[in-house]
């Protein structure tokens, strides 16, 4: 297992950053909150899950080892493979995912993309036993299910700059996919934070 890639950012696209490990450059999959902490050029640490099929080898990259650790704890549920617990991970922190678990919350997994009213009851009784209690500190004051919709905006600015766009570029693909994400805020849902970035570089590629 590669338990984590350190070195120099080589490369950034939406869904993923190359990093440069003793003269070879490592695709990883990342999630838009882990990519809006990367910089081209900049050196990094990223905890890594490697995910192996037959016909590929896929290393998925985490800011810190508690994400990899929850990651890898979703996926022993049925039917929740490598892509959607990233997608969980996107949407909700891992002390947030603890949290809807443990109180049985389904308005925040079917927040996620991919996740209907079933399959977050089957999640919550699978997974109730298996994530633990949360480990952050309660005095934060906010409840998990808010923070992805009270700091979507940073978030998704983060991840355009750490592409490379201008701040002013990014201010106004990021004003673009508001109405989208302030939709999803007044439907007491979570603003789709993957989605909208992809929706931000269309925005971007058009205007170019």
């Known amino acids: 297992m590669i338990a984590f890639v350190q070195g120099p950012i080589a490369a950034l696209a939406p869904d993923s950053a190359v990093v440069e490990v003793a003269g070879v450059g490592l695709a ?25 099929r037959e016909d ?3 290393l998925y990259g985490f800011a810190d080892d508690d994400e990899r650790q929850v990651f890898e704890l979703l996926q022993t549920a049925s039917g929740v493979g490598p892509r959607l617990a990233q ?3 996107a949407t909700h922190s891992p002390d947030a995912l603890r949290t ?4 049985g919350d ?33 005095a934060r004051g906010v409840p998990p299910a808010q923070t992805p919709a009270a700091g979507w905006r940073e978030q998704l600015q983060d991840a355009l700059l750490g592409l490379g766009y ?4 990014a201010e106004e693909a990021v004003a673009t996919v508001a109405p989208r994400a302030e939709a999803a805020i007044a439907e007491g849902g979570v603003p789709p934070v993957p ?8 925005s971007l590629n058009r205007a170019r």
């Not at 990883?28 to 192996?52: K, Y």
């Not at 809807?100 to 109180?103: D, E, L, N, P």
């Open 28 to 52: 990883v999959q990342c999630a838009p909150s882990t990519l809006a902490g990367l910089r081209q050029g900049e050196p990094a640490r990223l905890a890594t899950s490697l995910v192996v």
């Open 56 to 58: 590929s080898l896929t």
């Open 87 to 89: 997608a969980m991970l």
């Open 100 to 103: 809807a678990v443990a109180v």
């Open 106 to 138: 389904e308005k925040a997994l079917t927040a996620v993309s991919g996740i209907g009213k079933k399959g977050a009851q089957k999640l919550l009784l699978e997974l109730k036993d298996r994530l633990g209690p949360p480990v952050g500190s309660p």
């Open 166 to 169: 201008a701040g002013r570029e």
């Open 195 to 202: 989605q909208l970035l992809r929706a931000a570089l269309q």
